[in-house]
């Protein structure tokens, strides 16, 4: 995850306390989707940033995972998402995603 | 690329910063160039009269490279 | 037995300090553990501590390789470590040449156990290879884990001066050094054990892989300029405006092929670049910067060079691959061989 996003992570968790703070990705394949994942659970896997060390531990799901899926409005999904879908490796994504969350999400 | 287009029969001179990775990569002729992100000229400069200046003398630099025989790696020194 | 002090070497992003805009960043220490060194320190338990950590810009390195160093040694000299470590670098090219400098400088100028890490095509290692260990990482750092893991174990082992083992065993780049050993079977025995092997089509490991021989050598000189015609080639990443080829800014799976036919001039509106690994504020500026047209025109109208070719080529040398880089040069050869070109001017940021 770039820098500039790390740093909105880390503000925003602080700001608002990261029990109450859910991180939606959208990366194109598995394994950037998983470092993104990885970063605001974990930590920065590649510290470079500032959450290098920083096990914030929150809650993050991928745009095309059920729980992200079923909690929005069909239509609006379908329109912006729905043609991304259909050319992602969405299982992929989800496995790595999920267990990434599984393993170091807190709340 | 430098070594690929010389085995063709091409003679290529090499500008660039890093001298040592040229070397160790292995280009024949090497001209030490001014900075990573502007080989060719110098903003430091403030002029670009003077810039266009320097950059000539290092084409200059370059074609003479090209004209001289060399038998093995060579970086062209002022 | 007392933690072994440890010092790291760091870039300008990992320092925290910026991106490509901050490679100029002349060396500091910090009595820190910044970024990688988190999880370098983690690796190092209760053997070890980074007692300092020295952050220098890539392209401050790199265009001034003495001063740094010796800037850089005595900063180290300070802290008399046990244990001196820098990067890993994967396969970041200035970053990975300035550890293999300031490693080996600190090996063999202040005599204290030194390592680094990096990306195997990183040019760091063919330059350095031979005179220090270095681990061998993935090419990016996305590896950090995995490079820490293999680094901290080698790096423990140097400074405590137990006995290194092989490359396999260690994780290091093959230094090229051959040692001798006893083993139970005869040297005629395996060469016919492995000939065997190799006739039934069976998998067999030789014991010395032949050195890749790769020099060229230096073609002809031109004889008369005036009636040359000269190509510009770039790794710099030059492109037309708006990169219409798309050219990566890393890991280049392509190059592009631009026609300067009618221009005498690069300028902010019809040049950009692609390349990812430096700061291209100059670059954008006026790409004459990194590849001379203006000048090479001139010299067209006033006879010293016979014909400017009328396109340039152009890929980003950030990251990329050495069999691509190579399959480029191939391509670009044959095109200017078919016409007529006499020599090229490759230019490198």
Redesign the interface.
């Known amino acids: 995850m770039d820098l500039e996003n790390q740093k909105r992570v880390k503000d925003l968790s602080e700001k608002y306390g990261p029990e109450n703070v859910v991180v939606i990705i959208g990366g194109g394949e598995a394994e950037s989707s998983g470092l993104a994942a990885e970063t605001v659970t974990a930590g920065d896997p590649t510290y470079a940033g500032v959450l290098a060390g920083v096990e914030l531990g929150l809650k993050v799901y991928h745009a095309t995972e059920p729980e992200f899926k079923e909690s929005v409005d069909e239509d609006v999904y379908d329109d912006q998402i729905g043609m991304m879908e259909m050319v992602l490796d969405v299982d992929e994504i989800a496995e790595e995603v999920s267990g990434i969350r599984e393993e170091f999400t807190k709340y | 690329m430098v070594k690929a287009i010389e085995k063709q029969g091409i003679p290529v001179v090499h500008m660039c910063t890093v001298t040592p990775i040229s070397l160790t990569v292995g280009a024949n002729r090497i001209i030490p160039t001014i900075a990573i992100p502007h080989p060719l000229g110098d903003p430091r400069l403030g002029d670009a009269e003077e810039e266009k200046k320097l950059r000539r003398h290092l084409v200059e630099k370059a074609l003479k490279a090209l004209e001289t025989e060399v038998s093995e790696q060579t970086v062209f020194t002022d | 037995m007392s933690k072994l002090r440890v010092v790291h070497y760091i870039n300008q ?2 320092g ?1 300090i910026g ?2 805009e901050m ?1 100029d960043h002349k060396p500091e220490v910090k009595e820190e553990i910044i ?5 370098i320190n ?1 690796g190092l338990k209760d053997d070890g501590e980074i007692v300092a950590t020295i952050i220098c810009g890539d ?1 401050y390195f ?2 001034n ?1 003495d001063e740094a160093k010796e800037t850089i040694l005595e900063m180290v000299k300070k802290y008399e470590p046990d244990l001196f470590i820098a990067g890993p670098a994967f396969n970041a ?2 970053y990975g ?1 300035a550890c293999g400098a300031i490693t080996e400088a600190v090996q063999n100028e202040l005599g204290i156990p030194a390592i680094t890490a990096m990306y195997e095509e990183n ?1 760091g290692v ?2 350095y290879r031979k005179s220090i260990y270095i681990i061998s990482t993935k090419n ?3 590896g ?2 995995d490079a820490v893991k293999k680094l901290v174990p080698l790096a423990l082992k140097l400074a405590k001066g137990e006995e290194i083992g092989t490359p396999n065993e260690e994780n290091y780049i093959p230094k090229g050094v051959r040692k001798n050993y006893f083993t139970d079977k005869r040297g005629s025995e395996r060469a016919v054990d492995m000939l065997l092997k190799k006739m039934k089509g069976e998998a067999f490991e030789t014991e010395y892989p032949m050195p890749a021989f ?10 008369d ?1 005036s009636k ?1 015609t ?1 190509a510009i ?1 770039t ?2 990443g030059t492109v037309p405006k708006g990169n219409p080829d798309h050219v990566e800014s890393s890991s280049a799976s392509k190059f592009g092929r631009y026609s300067i036919e009618g221009v005498d001039d690069l300028t902010a509106e019809n040049s950009e670049t692609a390349h990812g690994g ?6 954008n ?2 790409n ?5 047209v ?3 025109r ?2 067209e109208k006033e006879g ?2 016979g014909k400017l070719y009328n396109y340039y080529f152009s ?1 980003v040398g950030n990251g990329t691959a050495v069999a691509n ?6 391509e ?3 095109e ?2 078919e016409n007529g ?9």
Request: proline residues 7%; charged residues 25%.
């Open positions: 992003f990992f925290g991106g490509e490679a970024g990688p060194g988190l999880a983690a392209s790199g265009e390789m090219g200035r040449v040019p063919d330059m990016s750092a996305a950090m884990r790769d020099r060229v050598d230096p073609m002809p000189a031109i004889k300029m040359a000269i080639v790794s710099g430096y700061d291209p504020v100059y670059a500026e006026d004459d910067r990194v590849i001379p203006d000048i090479l001139e010299m010293k060079i890929t880089a190579n399959k480029f040069g191939e670009i050869g044959k200017l061989i070109v006499d020599a090229v001017i490759l230019t490198s940021t």
